[in-house]
């Protein structure tokens, strides 16, 4: 009887498929980024093992048959995410630009915003977190087509439709274009259709609901902020908020946000708030250099454009290092949806990263915004954003020392994993 019952089990082992073999990959850099102690390590190395990092640090015992990549004058970071981007928008600079981009085919979009995704994850981000103007749920579309595109892929966050009050973030437009608001916004009426229209939103699959505080004289009414932090919060999604005023990103915080979008003029007081709160903030500034194309595109030209830029970017400056001083939680966007010839999407939005750095604030912390921040703000920090046992081989080798020459090395990317897989650098 024994040998019975042993017999299918003794078969079954047996005749087990052989596991398929693993891949194992070792990448060695001269410099590493540990996002969590944000400091930098020398001489690092980092086991990779099919999709997931199995071992960081000094002479790791190697498998058989590992594939080794060594960088010894490189800088090893994890993936880099980019918590503000607008992928299904590509705007130029004038007028009427919103709503003509707004006007493209749906499928015309999807089919550039999986090229922009592929620029994004060569120049080293990926992962990205989608904000609206997006259509209706393009961004989700796009995040399903991503997932499935079976090659390593951007990971993609969505937020739907921007929650708006009515007009959505349009400045004037022509009659005819008025359907154009309610294709790019969910416009909201009325605390109780607030709530029902956070609740679509998540049943749709948003990982966060995004509201606009303010456009033009425009404002949502407290009890609509009110209704639709409380709807999101009771189903644990959280909120973001496009305030640029400091009075409307007050609001938002009282209301309970989580996060603000641009606040370009944040008084102490609305900051202080913000740091007591855990409110986080998204600063999405323009380099030097992406000022001087913006204001030269809207046809500033000679000192008129200097002088207007150097006021924007002294006081964007000035409240990021405000910001930083109170300890507030920083994140990483971009906010870059804009068409500029002979500038890949990707470049454009790592811009930012050196608007932070020409504000004076520390690599470490640039980098921190980016990786460690970032994550923990949409809620993946489980996987991504550090470069530690157990996590997701999502990670970047820059050709350069970051904390030598961080504008110069922030263009060369060398290599990328998403996942473990090698991303191809060329298009
Ligand atoms: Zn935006």
Known sequence: MRSLFLLPLLLAFFSAPAQSPKTALLVRAGKLYDAEKNVFLTNQEILVVDDKIVAVGTKLKRPRNVRVIDLPSGTVTPGLIDAHTHLLLNQLFDEQAMAVASKIPATERLSKALAFADDYLRVGFTTARDLGNSGQFLDLELKNRLAKSGKPALELYGSGPILSPPGGQFG???????FLINQEYRVIRGADDAKT????HIRRGVSVIKVCMNTDNRVLAPEEIKAIVATA????????????????????????????EHGYTLSDSTLSLMAQRGTYLVPTDPSWTQGRIRVAAVGMKGPEGEEYLKQALTGFHDRLQRAHKKGIWLVAGSDYYNNIPNLNRGAGAMDVLLSYQEANIPVTTVLQMATYNAAKVLGISEQTGV?????????VVFDGDFETNFPQTLSKVKLVLKAGKEVNLTN
Not at 197 to 200: F, T
Not at 387 to 395: E, H, I, S, T, V
């Open 387 to 395: 470069l530690k046992p157990g996590m997701k081989a999502d990670l």
């Open 233 to 260: 919060h009771q189903n644990k999604i959280p909120v973001t908020a496009h305030a640029t005023y400091d009075e409307s990103a007050r609001d938002a915080v009282l209301a309970g946000v989580d996060g603000i």
């Open 197 to 200: 229209a956070v609740l679509e």
């Open 172 to 178: 004037r437009l022509y009659p005819a274009d008025s």
